[in-house]
């Protein structure tokens, strides 16, 4: 959770947002809030580069309570909206690099250090990401109809009505093995589309049931790394499948553009880094 594991006797700690090569402004800087039980946003200087960070206090984000709050939902989100905040902030003149929500340190000198000797990597990351956004599409199975509920369609009979009962059972399995191939085949489909108006392309983890709020199985979770100049093209692509009328069996949602996130690890297994569209 820390890149430097920090202790409860430490009065406060510096958690990193983001690194830039250009340091935002002043004035902007002071305007812009991380963490609300936090100082203000500040800069370090790493090298050529800079980082953006802000003490906060030891006793809420060390790593026994910090990942305590974490597990709360609230004060996860609250997290991720104040982290998202820093990042914003340090990407007012220029691209960034974001860092990982939680990323802490025991000081100034860590967090130089750090960037410091990762500065070849960032410095291509910061090449790679400048004038590049992030759209994020999610695509959905189509809701099906809602399942009997236990034991309100099984036969009170034995013979040709529970035969009927096994048979149309058997018929609502297949049609919903079909249905979620067809789905597949469709967002693969959806995929292959916009992978075409972006530079690189990486899915994650379809979103569960419970985080979604939907019955239907997310079935596509990927972002897309597009160039500023195509941004207009990306979202007529997006428009054209939306409405496209081959695609029944999936809904396709997409925000952006937002920071790269996605394509902003430097130090992942490169098996598992985002796909270079093309390559």
Not at 20 to 42: F, K, S
Not at 245 to 268: H, K, L, M, Q
Request: hydrophobic share 40%; glycine share 10%; aromatic share 6%.
């Amino acid at each position: 959770m820390s890149e430097y594991p920090a202790g409860p006797a430490a009065p406060s700690l510096v958690c990193a947002f983001a690194v830039t090569r250009t340091a935002p402004d002043g004035t902007g800087l002071a305007a812009a809030t991380g963490h609300e039980e936090g100082g203000p946003l500040r800069v370090l200087r790493a090298g050529g580069l800079c980082l953006v960070v802000q003490d906060v206090p030891a006793a809420l984000f060390d790593e026994g309570a910090l990942a305590e709050r974490l597990n709360r939902p609230d004060d996860l989100e609250r997290c991720a909206r104040a982290h998202h905040r820093g990042v914003e902030a340090a990407a007012a003149r220029g691209p960034v690099v974001p860092l990982p929500m939680a990323t802490l340190y025991r000081g100034d000198r860590s967090a130089e250090q750090a960037v410091a000797g990762r500065e070849a990597a960032l410095d291509a990351l910061l090449d790679r990401l400048g004038d590049r956004t992030e759209w994020a599409v999610k695509v959905h199975a189509v809701e099906g109809p809602a399942e009997p509920a236990a034991g309100s369609g099984a036969p009170r009979v034995r013979g040709a009505g529970g035969r009927d009962y096994l048979s149309r059972a058997s018929a609502r399995r297949r049609d919903r093995r079909d249905g979620h191939a067809r789905a597949q085949a469709e967002a693969e489909a959806v995929d292959a589309e916009l992978s075409r108006y972006a530079v690189a392309a990486t899915r994650h983890r379809p979103q569960s049931e419970r985080l979604t709020g939907r019955r239907s199985p997310q079935v596509l979770n990927a972002a897309y790394l597009v160039e500023n100049a195509e941004s207009a093209a990306f979202t007529r692509a997006l428009s054209r499948l939306t409405a496209d009328g081959r695609f029944t069996a999936v809904e396709i949602g997409a925000s952006g553009p937002w920071i790269p996130y996605s394509f902003a690890r430097w130090d992942e297994d490169p098996a598992r880094a985002p796909r270079v569209v093309g390559a």
